[in-house]
DNA sequence: ATGAAAGCGCTAACAC
DNA sequence: GTGTTAGCGCTTTCAT
């Protein structure tokens, strides 16, 4: 059945004429060997196609590897629990290999927290890091120590430029804007109305992130030809509900707005609480992600649809690549780009009740 | 970090006062042991908590396991060669832990196909068995060959009655019809129109699955009050294209049809050809599965909404929970439901883009 | 610099 | 029946 028996340590140094611990420092690059020695090695692993075994490389390794992962405290922004929860299956995946998975947070609008935090990380020695970059340019500094030390880390949930890091996890924020958009463009009759991107700035939250969603959204009406849509953005800052709620309002009703795309989690509860309060019943919202209170607003008809990002998943995939790269070294894919997945009434229990894998 | 050492048979050994040999012959039910020894050993084992380490045994172990599938022929219906990408993915994770995995084919309208293919896997005497039960009766025997021979077995695609697998792994076939019907909903203005279920009629797969998804799109529409929606079912029977084109033309024009429900994943295709030509391009259709043919519906907007019911990874599941019952004894729930996945133009590439894990 | 050998935890063959 | 032991393929230590 298998193709002919796999090739050992043992098979590669007889090869070689050499000793298995040789081929190992060769391969490992750890301890001295000849140039004669490294030569005949190499020129053998060349030739034959060698794949170490994970079972007896781990059971004969005392090597225990540590993968820190840095987001944002979840008791700010529940959100941030879902990629606990890819954490946490994470850890029972790789348990029988050696790995240890160890959470750091920081605060959201803090940057001396986020300071600290990755101070914390840093000391605490990870072989790999799995981070999602809030911070943006205020954490280039962090992104550069780790790259100084050779420390692999791979990021998710938002791509940020000037940084390379091992792979990038996560949506097309672009192309996730579009298709809440036409979402939107679904659930409403979009003709001579308007429909709005709403940023509850959480300042620093403001970013990159939103940025992509809102020209995605933008774009796809752009380039609707069929129907005269006006596109706007109300932007609230602050954390004052009271100005939240009169801003809000008094957007719609100066703009006739029919559709609301909320590109922040945690923005679709307060949003539908204020339109119920205020009787504005025939919106089309479009919300993210499974919170337990967006499912609730998704059963009530509160809100029509939510795009799933899975956090929970991209940080199981994240640790994936690195505990690959650290066991295998087997790179990473330098973008591993989610499914924008759709979620309505009739198909949120389905998603609820699946596990991640 | 990790607790305390793990325990392994040697501990475990000297806990009981015996050898480890006598260990494995308790917990692996092998050889003979003597009351008194698997007394003391039992006791042990009941006091702590003993996970054999996966590593070690398959390293230890010459035991090859083979998985055997069975499934219709791909090349009658492309739907399964979804299902071949899956296990392809399967050899692939399962290849380090001695996991041999095998396709078996059977003709989708020859019973006589069926037997000679399940015949053929027998003989090729598999530990455990992953199958798409579509023959439903006529299978019954089969199934009850793999419960006497106590060859574990996991079902996929479609749950039927009567037999009790190790588990199912697919979607839920009456919610995936509801969905379906709320898509269609969501795309037409059905008020004093009609929406249809399209069989296509290919005698044996009218069965089950088909049922279910009617069921749904239907008591979707009668648990809506704010229209008047007609639901009616076109079934057309028999291969011969000509009067499938007349047969549907007639219907629609009759029933003043303003939306498609297709639940077999190849019945878009035919169906959208059908009604370009004839220019009827008023009609939401939604459709089944990430065949390329689909895909291509989709994209130019001949098709409205697909549902994925995403085959490669239900294979890849059923041969994880196989191999987790083979490796460890570890039990799979009884049902795993997949998220029921709505694909539009706008998400299709970024689905088609993400791989299967 | 290099080879030999002792584990890692488990299985399975072999003595007694 | 039961204990002992030689692997499985790799890492890591210890002589040389």
Redo the contacts between chains.
Sequence with gaps: ??KNKMIRIKDIAKLSGVSVGTVDRVIHKRGKVSEAARQKVEKVLKEIDYTP????K??GSSK?YKIALLVPNPKQDPYWNLSLQGLEASKVEWR??HM?LEPHFFELHDFGSFKSASKKLMDSKPDAVLSAPIFLNEALEFFKELDELNIPYVHFNTMIPDVSPLAFIG??LY?SG??GA?LIN??TDCNNNTVSILHVSESIQFSVHFKEKERGFRD?FSSLNNGIVTVSSVIIEGDDMKSFESKLIEAIKKDKIKGLFIPTSSGAKLTAEILRKNKLSDMCIVGYDLLEENVELLKSGDINFLINQNPNRQVF?GI?HLANLLLFNKQAPEK????????????V???I???I?
């Design positions: 059945m298998e075994n994970l079972l007896a781990t059971l225990v029988p290999y240890v949506q097309d192309q579009r298709l036409s679904l659930g796809y995939r994936h591993e780009l989610f499914p924008l997945e759709v979620i309505t009434r009739e198909n229990d389905s998603y009740k699946s596990t894998h």
